[in-house]
């Protein structure tokens, strides 16, 4: 069940990136930097998350 839950935080780290760079791309340049800044977080933030359950879940079996 928790690996399960690992694997959706990488899903939604997989569509978080697809849609900074379909708003860099639609988007002016003015808040480029801004984009990429909230956007590399948050992948990293939900990776690390995702990981994680994945990692403690199999040290349990």
Request: proline share 0%.
């Amino acid at each position: 069940m928790k690996k399960e839950l690992g694997k959706f935080f990488i899903d939604a780290a997989k569509l978080v990136l697809a849609g900074v760079v379909i708003t860099s791309i639609m988007q002016d340049a003015s808040n480029k930097w801004l984009t990429y800044m909230f956007g590399c977080l948050s992948i990293f933030l939900l990776l690390v998350i995702g990981l994680s359950i994945i990692e403690k879940e199999e040290k349990t079996k």
